[in-house]
């Protein structure tokens, strides 16, 4: 089993920047491909940044090309999320996510674990 338990979330004013941090336990997931997803109210969970078990390959969302930068330190077994340039539509709940296997992928489906969230409020 791998529990997850993302941090980092808060409240900032459109521009600003926010580095949400995933923190991994039970096992190293050195070898998982992790991933970053958002819900916000009233929507279905999109998918936000993918990153390979190697840290090699990386994948973001059109929304979010540019802006936001995932990396993961596996000596930590920690993942990031750098979101800088934050507009008010990156409102969310963002969840961090870990797939056995050691590619990355943008379909939640293929995600087998999931931490419990953490809320980001971006302000206008």
């Known amino acids: 089993q791998v529990q997850l338990v993302e941090s980092g979330g808060g409240l900032v004013q459109a521009g600003g920047s926010l580095r949400l941090s995933c923190a991994a336990s039970g096992r190293t997931v050195s070898r998982y491909g992790m991933g970053w997803f958002r819900q916000a109210p009233g929507k279905e969970r999109e998918f936000v940044s993918t990153?390979?078990?190697?840290?090699?390959?990386?994948a973001h969302a059109d929304s979010v090309k540019g802006r936001f930068t995932i990396s993961r330190d596996n000596a930590k077994n920690t993942v990031y999320l750098q979101m800088n340039s934050l507009k008010p539509e990156d409102t969310a709940v963002y969840y961090c996510a870990a797939r056995r296997g050691l590619a990355m992928s943008s379909w939640s489906y293929e995600y087998d674990y999931w931490g419990q969230g953490t809320q980001v409020t971006v302000s206008s």
């Open positions: 990153i390979s078990s190697n840290g090699v390959y990386t």
